[in-house]
């Protein structure tokens, strides 16, 4: 009976670390995660509530009415989201940026979001880095930096309808910065031309290591 009790009590003991090794495996691309934001923070949601976080810039470099707009679904929760269709805007160019970031104290950075493509008819939005913008929240200044494109590929989407979950993006490398590093979602598209809906949520920098 001792031997049946040990034998079970090992096979339990073993089984635990299994499950525990494979939990941390699953989690290992995203430690330690030193910046998020699921916009689940924002009060106010719907269409014309433009997200405004204590930090971030949310600008229309072309001086057009539309802005990332905070919304939110029961099956999804809140996210940022952004589309040229029915504007009339013919040259939408929006930027959603991060407060500044610190990479002084971090090693091997990067970057990953959720993200969702609707009405596909071209990708729309890129992700570009700068260290030098200073975060003033207007055309100008985002003109006056120097940024970076990190030529992000979103291959998910549909082109009639919305897709039914997130996708992920790749695991993008951001080792090559330092200092305060800004991140930047762009949307670039017209209401007659490329005018993908784009849901873009939980925005995560980690080290990758």
């Given at each position: ?34 910046f ?87 990708q729309?939005v ?19 930096a ?54 873009i ?9």
């Amino acid at each position: 009976m001792k031997n049946i009790f040990k034998l079970s009590f090992l096979l339990l003991a073993v089984g635990s670390v299994a499950i525990s090794c494979t939990e941390d495996e699953e989690m290992a691309p995203f430690k330690p995660v030193f910046f998020s934001e699921t916009f689940e923070g924002i009060e106010n949601t719907g269409n014309n509530q433009y997200i405004a976080i204590d930090g971030w810039s949310n600008v229309s470099l072309n001086g057009g009415a539309e802005r990332w707009e905070a919304l939110y679904r029961s099956d999804s929760g809140q996210y940022a989201q952004l589309a040229a269709f029915g504007t009339g805007e013919t040259n939408m160019d929006t930027w959603l940026i991060t407060s500044a970031i610190d990479f002084e104290q971090t090693e091997n950075e990067a970057l990953i979001f959720s993200y969702k493509a609707g009405f596909h008819n071209g990708q729309a939005v890129s992700v570009l880095v700068s260290t030098d913008y200073d975060g003033s929240n207007t055309a100008q200044a985002i003109n006056n930096a120097t940024w970076t494109d990190l030529e992000v590929v979103l291959p998910d989407f549909l082109t009639n309808g919305y897709p039914t979950s997130f996708s992920l993006s790749k695991v993008i490398d951001l080792s090559q910065f330092s200092g305060n590093v800004h991140v930047a979602f762009r949307y670039l598209g017209s209401s007659a031309g490329t005018s993908t809906t784009y849901q873009i949520d939980n925005i995560k920098l980690f080290e990758n290591k």
